[in-house]
Every structure is written in structure tokens, then in C-alpha cells.
């Protein structure tokens, strides 16, 4: 929360425009968010690394079933 993104409580209309306000108001925010955001995607959901991991997983489920 704050680093890459923004979290408000659910059905909290007032924390939820206050976040929005900030953005709109805040460029250097707005920026610093969405720098953060995009170096996050580029290092975690590389289809490479993803499929890597699908595959991990599945072999966890394999040797967990034959243990």
C-alpha cells in the first residue's frame, strides 16, 4: 500500500476520494507510483517466469500426490 498502489478499505467512500484526490493533486505521486507498479509487472509477470512457476506448482501437486 503506497509503494505500487493504493489500498482503501471496502465500501469506504471517503478513504477511497481521498486516494483518488491525492493522485489528482499529487503528480510526483502519480509518477512514483506508477514507476513502482511498472518495475513490479516487468519482474514478477514475465510469461517466461510465469509458465516456470505454473510448472513448479504442478510438480509440487504431482510429488505431494504419490508421497
Known amino acids: 500500500n503506497g ?3 493504493i489500498l482503501v478499505k471496502e465500501e469506504d467512500e471517503h478513504e477511497l476520494r481521498e486516494a483518488i484526490k491525492r493522485l489528482i493533486e499529487n503528480k510526483n ?3 512514483e507510483l506508477g514507476a513502482a507498479a511498472r518495475e513490479f509487472i516487468e519482474k514478477n509477470c ?3 517466469l510465469f509458465a516456470r512457476r505454473l ?3 504442478f510438480k509440487l501437486i504431482e510429488s505431494s500426490e504419490t508421497a
Do not use: H, K, L, S
Request: hydrophobic fraction near 35%.
Open 46 to 48: 514475465d510469461a517466461e
Open 3 to 5: 509503494v505500487n498502489g
Open 55 to 57: 510448472a513448479d506448482f
Open 29 to 31: 505521486y502519480r509518477d
